[in-house]
T-cell receptor
């Protein structure tokens, strides 16, 4: 089973458009992390959310955590080609082995000029 | 120094070869991780070291042998691999296992391994 469901699987947007990626957990979240990955490269840490209702922003990327829904959303405002890549959510889940991070399947984002 | 480095960047090896992957961090982190990632799939946890001791082995075949000689260095020794072991191997670190939950894990750029 997939502990973290991420949607959509892929997203193609025109430059300047806004977009949202969702990540839903089947278990209670201790921490939710967003990473970005270019194909064949390592994961770049974007931000971490821990508390229900928490919202963090970095440049044009905003992430929110809805604790009741056990869901996080990543929102990109006025997308740019530099935003293209694979976005992965990762989570530390209640009841899991300490140190074990679960990942969603990723969202492939393409931004065309 | 706030990064995790991995060498080599690319590695091609035959099924009878012995090779090693190296991961290094100088952030004072005491938890280090090996992940395997196949194309279009999320990373899969292989091993976790905490304070230089193996904490988690996710039932990885013995042809993969991890080693943590000191708190800054993590190796993955490879022997008699199969073509299906071809993947991107990622190393990560966190201040500790507990802090990994608080602050997340920080990843290296990966080693692209091809087994012929």
């Amino acid at each position: 089973s997939q502990e973290l469901e991420q949607s959509p699987q892929s997203l193609i947007v025109q430059e300047g458009k806004n977009l949202t990626i969702n990540c839903t957990s089947s278990k209670t979240l201790y921490g939710l992390y967003w990473y970005k990955q270019k194909y064949g490269e390592g994961l770049i840490f974007l931000m971490m959310l821990q508390k229900g209702g928490e919202e963090k922003s970095h440049e044009k990327i905003t992430a929110k955590l809805d604790e009741k829904k056990q869901q996080s959303s990543l929102h990109i405002t006025a997308s740019q080609p530099s935003h293209a890549g694979i976005y992965l959510c990762g989570a530390d889940l209640r009841g899991s082995t300490l140190g074990r991070l679960y990942f969603g399947r990723g969202t492939q984002l393409t931004v065309w000029p | 120094d706030t990064e995790v480095t991995q060498t080599p960047k690319h590695l091609v090896m035959g099924m009878t070869n012995k090779k090693s992957l190296k991961c290094e961090q100088h952030m004072g982190h005491r938890a280090m991780y090996w992940y395997k990632q196949k194309a279009k799939k999320p990373p899969e946890l292989m091993f976790v070291y905490s304070y230089e001791k193996l904490s988690i082995n996710e039932s990885v075949p013995s042809r993969f042998s991890p080693e943590c000689p000191n708190s800054s260095l993590l190796n993955l020794h490879l022997h008699a691999l199969q073509p299906e072991d071809s993947a991107l191997y990622l190393c990560a670190s966190s201040p500790s296992l507990e802090a990994g939950a608080l602050f997340g894990q920080f990843f290296g750029p990966g080693t692209r391994l091809t087994v012929l």
